[in-house]
T-cell receptor, first 112, second 115 residues
Framework: EDQVTQSPEALRLQEGESSSLNCSYT??????LFWYRQDPGKGPEFLFT???AGEEKEKERLKATLTKKESFLHITAPKPEDSATYLC?????????????FGQGTTLQVKP | EPEVTQTPSHQVTQMGQEVILRCVPI?????FYWYRQILGQKVEFLVS????????KSEIFDDQFSVERPDGSNFTLKIRSTKLEDSAMYFC?????????????FGPGTRLTVL
């Protein structure tokens, strides 16, 4: 069964304290791995797509990496506005309907 | 910047009533989705829709659920007879034609409360 697990469930950082969020996945095959940001009461906001092991993507203070079993979202020198829930989702094979399987998310709180 | 929109933002209904949740996907997108998120739980896939038909549905998407694209812009989710356990945030998403860059863009959600 395709499965996505994120850790930790919650993370509290001081402003400027870098850290990483983990997303482990078990799928028969991977079409793509996606990171989203979700603010309370809002829809997921797209951040990154990763397709193959070794791939990296960066956006401002965020960098996403991918291996054959997991993905990391590295947050460098976070600011309070980075506080949100970060969701990892996979688009597994077979099929190309685009069905995403989500992890439960990591809720990040950055204190000033 | 194009975005997915959803109406209403909050819907309150009585158990057993029918509800229709509405979405306007990004205009040049061809794949459409509904997901739901029960409070404190994961985002769960409900259904995908392409070329005017359902391409995949989950076990959650039983006979009480239906989807429709009544015109060139709207995409709707109907729940025929709501149950208490249908209370959740419902998200619509869309993506462009299949290919390398197949990320889905989500709407702001409709909070459905069944009393």
């Amino acid at each position: 069964e395709d499965q996505v697990t994120q850790s930790p469930e919650a993370l509290r950082l001081q402003e400027g304290e870098s850290s990483s969020l983990n997303c482990s996945y078990t799928v028969s095959g991977l079409r793509g791995l996606f990171w989203y940001r979700q603010d309370p009461g809002k829809g997921p906001e797209f951040l990154f797509t990763l397709y193959s092991a070794g791939e990296e993507k960066e956006k401002e203070r965020l960098k996403a990496t991918l291996t054959k079993k997991e993905s990391f979202l590295h947050i460098t020198a976070p600011k309070p506005e980075d506080s949100a829930t970060y969701l990892c989702a996979v688009h597994p094979t077979p099929g190309n309907t685009g069905k995403l399987i989500f992890g439960q998310g990591t809720t990040l709180q950055v204190k000033p | 910047e194009p975005e997915v929109t959803q109406t209403p933002s909050h819907q309150v209904t009585q158990m057993g009533q029918e509800v229709i949740l509405r979405c306007v996907p990004i205009s040049n997108h061809l794949y459409f989705y509904w997901y739901r998120q029960i409070l404190g739980q994961k985002v769960e896939f409900l259904v995908s829709f392409y070329n005017n038909e359902i391409s995949e549905k989950s076990e959650i998407f039983d006979d009480q659920f239906s989807v429709e694209r009544p015109d060139g812009s709207n995409f709707t989710l109907k729940i025929r007879s709501t149950k208490l356990e249908d209370s959740a945030m419902y998200f619509c998403a869309s993506r462009a034609l299949a290919g390398q860059y197949n990320e889905q863009f989500f709407g702001p959600g409709t909070r459905l409360t069944v009393l």
